[in-house]
């Protein structure tokens, strides 16, 4: 069976805290992706990453960088966290390689931020 | 760009009662169209998608969704809801500028007994 695993379920952080998020995936695949949901706010694309090393932003990357420096393995960081950044942040991956929109993603189980 | 819109952030419905949650999308391009469930505390699972093809999709636990091209809507059924339905649902539609998708802000399912 595939998956996404994201090791942190739950986290607690206090602001101004260097926090890293890890996934990693066990299909091969070429795309990752993190979103950041919000109650009545849907998912929100935070940052994408088509191969190894290389990212480009989502639709909502302020206060965020990431880093995947192997194929499976792809890194949200809030390089000094805020109170506004408690989420819950979802990792996803899909086959890529197609650009037709056909690719399904698979989503980790998440992991929960509470900045204090 | 493309955009979905969810009618309806809860929608309560009886056991045994129609499911009808609503997904109007925005395309400029053919679309590929996604429902996913989340269960509580879970990630997102995939319920079906639409590709090409047939306009009428069915997906796992007797869930449905129908393609309207001309409505631009893509509304997902199921005949009799069961208490294990309650979940947040979300309609997604394909985005090409990241290889993946764009979703809409979620409809939360309540079953009442």
């Known amino acids: 069976d595939v998956k996404v695993t994201q090791s942190s379920r739950y986290l607690v952080k206090r602001t101004g805290e260097k926090v890293f998020l890890e996934c990693v995936q066990d299909?091969?695949?070429?795309?990752m992706f993190w979103y950041r949901q919000d109650p009545g706010l849907g998912l929100r694309l935070i940052y994408f990453?088509?191969?190894?090393?290389?990212?480009e932003k989502g639709d909502i990357p302020e206060g965020y960088s990431v880093s995947r420096e192997k194929k499976e393995r792809f890194s949200l960081i809030l390089e000094s966290a805020s109170t506004n950044q408690t989420s819950m942040y979802l990792c996803a991956s899909s086959l890529g390689q197609t650009g037709s929109g056909a690719n399904v993603l698979t989503f980790g189980a998440g992991s929960r931020l509470t900045v204090l | 760009a493309q955009s979905v819109t969810q009618l309806g952030s809860h929608v309560s419905v009886s056991e045994g009662a129609l499911v009808l949650l609503r997904c109007n999308y925005s395309s400029s391009v053919p679309p590929y169209l996604f429902w996913y469930v989340q269960y509580p505390n879970q990630g997102l699972q995939l319920l079906l998608k639409y590709t090409t093809g047939a306009t009428l999709v069915k997906g796992i636990n007797g869930f449905e969704a129908e393609f309207k091209k001309s409505e631009t809507s893509f509304h997902l059924t199921k005949p009799s809801a069961h208490m294990s339905d309650a979940a947040e649902y979300f309609c997604?539609?394909?985005?090409?500028?990241?290889?993946?998708?764009?979703f809409g802000k979620g409809t939360h399912l309540i079953i009442q007994p």
């Open positions: 997604a539609v394909s985005d090409l500028r990241t290889d993946g998708l764009t």
């Open positions: 990453s088509y191969d190894v090393k290389m990212k």
């Open positions: 299909m091969d695949h070429e795309n």
